[in-house]
């Protein structure tokens, strides 16, 4: 298995920019997770998804930043305007209902906002 | 509010030695816990997970003890080897049932283990 899969890896833009991060969970698992880490506040859970509905957005920041799971392969994390202080690692995770109560990350991708 | 504290940000011990790294929580009734491990630029990995009826488990070189009534989690790294030198974080999810899919990260314990 190919694992959690998200991109870009880096991103670099200019304060009030759109970003679009993107995740490719698990084949199979149901559970799609949103995290952001900084140093200042460690690994903060933003949503997660069931069966690609959201179940939990209290995370959300603000209304800048959307979260969408079209299908059971892919999600996205939108912010729009991008601010620097969105600037930190976002990780996507996901799991499944059953088994073992672990959740299984991607990479990350790096945000730099300017 | 729930809180959970890794008591100490870093922590550096000599190779060969048992390294310790504490999770401590407040105002949560956690249905079992989890420490994970992250590398610098990659996201965490699972390492163990203990039900909130156990005690103690035990993987290889590594030992999780959970005490509900201290609201602690103690892990331990036996032998410790550089290849340990890692970020660790503790997760707890809630009893089961709604939300109980969700874990709750502390900020992690660095550890460096000096050969």
């Known amino acids: 298995d190919a694992g959690v899969i998200q991109s870009p890896r880096h991103e670099v833009t200019e304060m009030g920019q759109e970003v679009t991060l993107r995740c490719k969970p698990i084949s199979g698992h149901d559970y799609l997770f949103w995290y952001r880490q900084t140093m200042m506040r460690g690994l903060e859970l933003l949503i997660y998804?069931?069966?690609?509905?959201?179940?939990?957005d209290s995370g959300m920041p603000e209304d800048r930043f959307s979260a969408k799971m079209p299908n059971a392969s892919f999600s996205t994390l939108k912010i729009q305007p991008s601010e620097p202080r969105d600037s930190a690692v976002y990780f996507c995770?996901?799991?499944?209902?059953?088994?073992?109560?672990?959740?299984?990350f991607g990479p990350g991708t790096r945000l730099l906002v300017l | 509010s729930q809180k959970i504290e890794q008591n100490s940000e870093a922590l550096n011990i000599q190779e060969g030695k048992t390294a310790t790294l504490t999770c401590n929580y407040t105002?949560?009734?956690?249905?079992?816990l989890q420490w994970y491990r992250q590398d610098p630029g990659r996201g965490p990995v699972f390492l163990l997970l203990i039900r909130e009826n156990e005690k103690e488990k035990r993987k290889e070189r590594l030992k999780v003890t959970f005490d509900t009534t201290l609201k602690q989690s103690l892990f331990h790294i036996t032998a410790s080897q550089p290849a340990d030198s890692a970020t660790y974080l503790c997760a707890l999810s809630p009893t089961l049932g709604a939300g109980s899919y969700q874990l709750t990260f502390g900020k992690g314990t660095k550890l460096s283990v000096i050969p």
């Open positions: 995770a996901s799991r499944k209902t059953g088994g073992a109560q672990t959740q299984y």
């Open positions: 998804f069931n069966n690609n509905v959201p179940i939990d």
């Open positions: 105002n949560y009734s956690p249905a079992y």
